[in-house]
């Protein structure tokens, strides 16, 4: 990325992760661009990252990179690209959305047509550089342009890329929202410990720190899940009696419905932006 003057449409979270990271990785600093309207933010973006040129102008910021990542909340994405689309336009940079919900075919027809977009469903343990992002690149990628929005967001951590962009919506389902369902998991563990009686500091360590380990086992690991379950699942034993506990309650239709319920949400997310684009 030794060429690449990347540009950054919104200074929020994901957008000061992935610069810490890049910039933690050797990138020259004074190759980001950053765009935030608000002064409060701006002056905390100049305080973290004081080589980097930050700016309350987007038309600057797209003016001026050959790389942008659009970090802009849903909402506000089809004001910010049309805003943008002259400058866009005449630069034709690689463009990389964050935001989540909105289809590269809606921000296309935003900033005019015909352009470079790669999708990307990061989540939050991005924050620490331990994320995992769904990334889908749109026809008119080249390979190169999706190599450039990969080094990119590996800034975060790892990157799946999918060939359907329907299967973002997956993503969204499986790795977007499921820290929440990895946080519900350590507050039901914790919750449970202190119900019989644990206090709430010491069964709050033991459900963390089993689920941040035994997620880092299976991230090692290349036996398959069942394989590793089976390990701690002696016949007769503790986990047994917990584990059909969960089988005949059918946990895993339960789980399997309310990931079908986050993935069909993203479908309708997208879809209104669509309808939107369309009334527009």
């Known amino acids: ?28 600093a004074e190759r980001i661009l950053v765009s935030e309207p608000g002064a409060e933010q701006q002056e905390r ?6 080589d980097c040129h930050v700016t309350e102008s987007n038309q600057l910021v797209a003016s001026r990179s050959n790389t942008l990542v ?4 849903p909402q506000v994405l089809a004001e910010v690209c049309t805003q943008i689309a002259t400058e866009v336009g005449a630069t034709r940079p690689l463009i990389i959305s964050i935001a989540a919900g909105v289809r590269t ?6 900033l005019g047509g015909g352009h470079s977009i790669v999708r990307v469903m990061p989540n939050q343990p991005a924050l620490l550089r331990q994320g995992i992002s769904g990334l889908y690149a749109n026809d008119a990628t080249t390979d ?13 951590g790892d990157v799946v ?3 359907r962009e329907s299967d973002i919506d997956v993503v969204t389902a499986v790795s977007g929202s499921g820290p929440a369902y990895v946080y519900l998991l350590i507050k039901m563990l914790t919750d449970s410990g202190i119900s019989m009686g644990l206090d709430a500091p010491r ?15 299976a991230d090692q690991s290349d036996d398959s899940m069942d394989e590793l379950i089976a390990r701690v699942r002696s016949p007769g034993g503790t986990t047994a009696a917990a584990l059909d506990s969960l089988d005949n309650d059918d946990v895993h239709a339960i789980f399997r419905r309310a990931l079908r319920a986050a993935r069909d949400r993203a479908v309708e997310l997208a879809d209104k932006a669509q309808d939107e684009r369309a009334k527009s």
């Open 1 to 28: 990325m030794s060429n690449t003057y990347l540009g950054f449409i919104g200074g929020g979270n994901m957008a000061t992760a992935i610069i810490r990271g890049l910039l933690d990785d050797g990138m020259e």
């Open 45 to 50: 973006l100049r305080a973290d990252f004081p």
């Open 70 to 73: 659009l970090a802009v909340k």
């Open 105 to 110: 075919l809606d921000i296309d027809d935003w």
């Open 144 to 156: 190169v342009r999706k190599t450039i929005a990969t080094d990119i967001i590996a800034a975060i």
């Open 161 to 163: 890329e999918v060939d």
């Open 203 to 217: 069964a709050r360590q033991l459900a963390v720190k089993t689920a941040t380990g035994s997620a880092m086992l």
